[in-house]
């Protein structure tokens, strides 16, 4: 067994002495160690012998073994530093190399707008205000003095949902709940999402933007609506911006208008933004009807009002000289990164 022992030694020094990776240094180790090594079998082997012997060839043997244990620490860790070398040697960083950049998000510039004409309403003392987009019937055009048959309604191209519901066609429904819920004085503008089962070319889409006004109070007139809608303008665009109104018809307002602006393009001389008429159309707005007040519980002998309801996706489009409005839903990143 002695001789065993020494014939073991002398073999795995030998071994460990010409291997030259981990990976082999390690198979190395199990052949000496592992459940089937030799080491181990030998040692599992003492139990035959005498009493005498035992613990002369139990010391051989824990000899052999702390022998042979430090070679292979001793192997592995010149084997681990030069593969490290080599690495290294291999590998290199520069450090003067720029950074890779995380792309951060932005504001779409429909929400950039927005928050611009929101901010411009709120410097006049209005709130915001917002409704659902799934509206009823009655807020989205009975309350509006819209009856059932009455022509406006086809010419909205409603969504009609479960539940006798619509997809809001217009942001007018805020007026109604706001009104319902709120006594005057009244100033609020509600922006945001409307839908009808449009077309879809440089000029229309199934869902757009608008952004409604709504100021009632006693001895409110068509002054105040037209001074209104100039500092907006003017706000917006430009002091030099003016405006224009149209008589129109709006079922919830009476008398009604059209307004629009300057062009901003050319200063009103034409151009091709405003198709050469100098003028941009921006929106609807009036004298809020009485009758619409009264369905939202406002003593009309006693209050009027103004509203007013513009496209903001129009006004985006001017604003970033944008030409096609389903540039502002796609969602093209190389779009979208310009704002
Ligand atoms: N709701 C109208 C539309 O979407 C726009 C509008 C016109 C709103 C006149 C108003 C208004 O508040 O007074 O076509």
Same mark, same amino acid.
């Given at each position: 067994?002695? %001789?065993?022992?020494?014939?073991? @030694?002398?073999?795995?020094?030998?071994? *460990?002495?010409?291997?030259?990776?981990?990976?082999?240094?390690?198979?190395?180790?199990?052949?000496?160690?592992?459940?089937?090594?030799?080491?181990?079998?030998? &040692?599992?082997?003492?139990?035959?012998?005498?009493?005498? %012997?035992?613990?002369?060839?139990?010391?051989?043997?824990?000899?052999?073994?702390?022998?042979?244990?430090?070679?292979?620490?001793?192997?592995?860790? &010149?084997?681990?530093?030069?593969?490290?070398?080599?690495?290294?040697?291999?590998?290199?960083?520069?450090?003067?190399?720029?950074? *890779?950049?995380?792309?951060?998000?932005?504001?779409?510039?429909?929400?950039?707008?927005?928050?611009?004409?929101?901010?411009?309403?709120?410097?006049?003392?209005?709130?915001?205000?917002?409704?659902?987009?799934? @509206?009823? @019937?009655?807020?989205?055009?009975?309350?509006?003095?819209?009856?059932?048959?009455?022509?406006?309604?086809?010419?909205?191209?409603?969504?009609?949902?479960?539940?006798?519901?619509? &997809?809001?066609?217009?942001?007018?429904?805020?007026?109604?709940?706001?009104?319902?819920?709120?006594?005057?004085?009244?100033?609020?503008?509600?922006?945001?999402?409307?839908?009808?089962?449009?077309?879809?070319?440089?000029?229309?889409?199934?869902?757009?933007?608008? *952004?409604?006004?709504?100021?009632?109070?006693?001895?409110?007139?068509?002054?105040?609506?037209?001074?209104?809608?100039?500092?907006?303008?003017?706000?917006?665009?430009?002091?030099?911006?003016?405006?224009?109104?149209?008589? #129109?018809?709006?079922?919830?307002?009476?008398?009604?208008?059209?307004?629009?602006?300057?062009?901003?393009?050319?200063?009103?001389?034409?151009?091709?933004?405003?198709?050469?008429?100098?003028?941009?159309?921006?929106?609807?707005?009036?004298?809020? #009807?009485?009758?619409?007040?009264?369905?939202?519980?406002?003593?009309?002998?006693?209050?009027?009002?103004?509203?007013?309801?513009?496209?903001?996706?129009?006004?985006?489009?001017?604003?970033?000289? *944008?030409?096609?409005?389903?540039?502002?839903?796609?969602?093209?990143?190389?779009?979208?990164?310009?704002?």
């Amino acid at each position: 067994m002695k %001789e065993d022992l020494i014939a073991i @030694e002398t073999k795995f020094s030998a071994e *460990i002495d010409g291997v030259d990776g981990l990976a082999a240094l390690d198979d190395i180790r199990v052949a000496i160690f592992g459940k089937k090594g030799e080491m181990t079998a030998i &040692l599992r082997g003492m139990g035959g012998l005498s009493a005498e %012997e035992r613990p002369v060839v139990g010391q051989i043997a824990n000899e052999v073994r702390a022998a042979l244990e430090d070679k292979i620490k001793e192997k592995k860790s &010149l084997l681990s530093k030069l593969e490290m070398d080599e690495k290294l040697s291999k590998e290199h960083l520069d450090i003067t190399l720029p950074g *890779i950049k995380r792309e951060a998000g932005h504001r779409h510039p429909v929400a950039i707008v927005t928050e611009e004409i929101c901010r411009i309403f709120m410097g006049m003392g209005y709130e915001i205000a917002e409704g659902p987009h799934v @509206e009823t @019937e009655y807020h989205n055009f009975e309350a509006l003095n819209i009856g059932k048959g009455h022509p406006a309604r086809d010419e909205q191209d409603t969504f009609y949902v479960e539940g006798g519901k619509v &997809l809001r066609t217009h942001t007018s429904p805020v007026q109604i709940r706001y009104m319902q819920n709120n006594k005057p004085p009244i100033a609020i503008v509600a922006p945001g999402k409307v839908f009808r089962s449009d077309e879809v070319d440089a000029t229309h889409s199934p869902d757009f933007n608008q *952004i409604e006004g709504l100021f009632v109070d006693k001895g409110i007139h068509m002054g105040h609506l037209k001074g209104a809608l100039t500092v907006f303008a003017k706000s917006l665009f430009g002091d030099d911006i003016k405006t224009r109104f149209r008589p #129109h018809h709006f079922p919830f307002t009476e008398p009604s208008a059209e307004v629009d602006f300057s062009c901003f393009g050319c200063g009103g001389s034409g151009c091709r933004i405003c198709k050469g008429e100098g003028w941009i159309e921006m929106g609807g707005c009036g004298m809020v #009807h009485p009758k619409v007040l009264a369905a939202c519980g406002i003593d009309p002998d006693v209050y009027s009002g103004f509203a007013f309801g513009m496209g903001i996706d129009r006004i985006a489009m001017q604003r970033f000289n *944008i030409p096609d409005l389903r540039l502002l839903f796609e969602n093209d990143i190389q779009f979208l990164k310009q704002f």
